[in-house]
């Protein structure tokens, strides 16, 4: 196996692949353990559940490849105890470091092409458009690694100090309208609910009765549908690149719909989409409790700000300037933000689990890491390459997270999965097969005990594992009723 752990003397601003080996759990285990910067967020038990769910007792279960899967095997505590102590420590002056190799990248970008590609260097209008739609694509980039690491500030995975942890990530994400501290709240629950069918906030497919209903059509009709066209995938994929990431915002759109259990009455009458009242900018919204109400104001505080700076670049530059330079990047930081997203939960090859026979364990393997090269790594600080890790311990600063993801695939074995094929070009397959071959989720036939409340992805496209055949419930009580006269008759 090979690692991208920083290399000791090299510069904190280069993550470089390296062969070096990992340190392995035994010689780890003491140190792992009493790291004071050891996380009680998740309150995990360190007595696996998953012993469980063993195959003896959930029948066979089948991914959407046809693969066989077990239920993880393996605790918390074996993984934190796998992972070198010094991946728990964490730097404000690293940190900062990366932020301002950020900030100087989208400045450099900005001053070249607003001194050279203007009329005066470059006369022909066509170029001139190309180079600027680069523009675009390239400050997208690095503003998604600016958006990273405010995602590692709301982890405190960025320094010691959750003050210092809060006012950066604040700044940061406010820049790129987000709302940080209602994003962060929700985000965190969604790591306390990986996986998880009723209480996940992120990319909760739907199940086999949701997704019939929305198409409409019976639950028995989806083993028989015709194949969707690429045009509806497509589609489908255009819009959820596009809107996204403001839907969920706005209207918490792919996470869990549950809100009558929200424990201070506030869901009650509440549900996903526009005119529900979940939003992640109400201090009233069901995703938050009456504590957080300053904390929500805050955020829109800062998205108040970041729009009034932009009105008066607007007014005073052009609003076609504004859009070029802000509105287009924003747009590509929020394609690149769903794409990863989407990806890291959605995989033929992932489970997911209802509320019954969820654990913080099974639900954290429920994620996959990706490989997107130099702008996954450099970039993107590897958000996409050590995913996995991120989920079992999200307070392992990004430069530490190729090293312990090494840590910790001996003791995932063939639970840790990754996708690394042909780099980003299948980083970008992914998103169209994931797209065609996930479509809903639905128990594997044949499961017994607790295993009918693991769901695999299914789909109407011929791809995979088919869809479980089910009778016409009319048809069922038409032969009933048939079977009741013949023995009446006689």
Not at 38 to 45: A, F, I, K, L
Not at 56 to 63: N, R
Not at 412 to 436: I, T
Not at 446 to 467: D, I, Y
Request: charged share 15%; net charge neutral.
């Amino acid at each position: 196996m090979t690692s991208t752990a920083l290399p000791q003397g090299k510069s904190p601003m280069h993550r470089s692949v390296t062969s070096c080996s990992c340190s392995s759990p035994s010689s780890t285990a003491a140190s792992a353990t009493v790291s004071p910067f050891d996380s009680p967020v998740h309150s995990p038990s360190n007595t696996s559940l998953s012993s469980l769910g063993s195959t003896d007792h959930s029948g066979k279960l089948i991914d959407t490849y046809g693969n066989e899967f077990e239920i993880p095997d393996f605790t918390i505590k074996q993984i934190r105890d796998a992972i070198p102590k010094h991946c728990f420590e964490r730097s404000g002056a690293t940190g900062m470091a990366y932020v301002a190799r950020d900030l100087a990248c989208l400045a450099a970008t900005f001053y070249l092409f607003n001194t050279y590609v203007t009329p005066e260097y470059i006369p022909s209008t066509a170029a001139r458009g190309a180079l600027w739609t680069v523009y675009c694509f390239v400050q997208g980039l690095f503003g998604t690694g600016i958006w990273v690491l405010a995602h590692e500030c709301g982890h405190q995975a960025f320094s010691p100090s959750k003050v210092f942890n809060d006012s950066v990530g604040w700044v940061l994400h406010s820049a790129l309208l987000v709302p940080y501290f209602s994003w962060k709240i929700s985000h965190g629950k969604h790591h306390k609910a990986t996986g998880n069918l009723a209480r996940d906030m992120v990319f909760v497919p739907k199940t086999r009765e949701v997704y019939a209903s929305r198409i409409g059509h019976k639950v028995h009709e989806l083993s028989e549908l015709m194949e969707e066209t690429p045009i509806a995938t497509a589609t489908h994929l255009f819009f959820q690149q596009l809107g996204g990431w403001p839907m969920y915002l706005l209207t918490n759109v792919t996470g869990h719909n549950n809100h009558e259990r929200q424990l201070e009455g506030r869901g009650k009458g509440k549900r996903n989409g526009f005119g529900g009242g979940v939003s992640h900018f109400d201090p009233r919204s069901p995703l938050y409790e009456a504590k957080d109400a300053k904390l929500i104001a805050l955020s829109d505080l800062g998205l108040f700000i970041t729009l009034s700076v932009l009105y008066v670049l607007g007014t005073n530059f052009g609003w076609w300037n504004l859009a070029v330079w802000y509105g287009f990047p924003y747009l590509w930081v929020n394609h690149w933000l769903v794409a990863i997203t989407f990806l890291q939960h959605t995989d033929p090859s992932l489970p997911h689990y209802e509320n019954s026979v969820w654990t913080f364990t099974r639900g954290a393997a429920a994620t996959i890491d990706r490989e997107f090269g130099f702008i996954g790594r450099s970039l993107f600080h590897g958000i996409i390459e050590t995913h996995v890790l991120h989920h079992y311990i999200s307070l392992i600063p990004f430069y530490h997270a190729d090293e312990a993801t090494e840590a910790i695939k001996p003791v995932m074995g063939k639970h840790y999965r990754a996708d690394v094929k042909n780099g980003p070009r299948g980083f970008l397959a992914a998103l169209w097969r994931s797209a065609k071959m996930c479509q809903w989720v639905e128990p594997c036939e044949g499961a017994t005990g607790e295993g009918q409340s693991v769901l695999f992805f299914r789909n109407r496209n011929h791809m995979g594992v088919k869809p479980m055949k089910m009778e016409n419930p009319a048809s069922i009580k038409s032969k009933d009723g048939k079977k009741a006269m013949t023995v009446g008759d006689e």
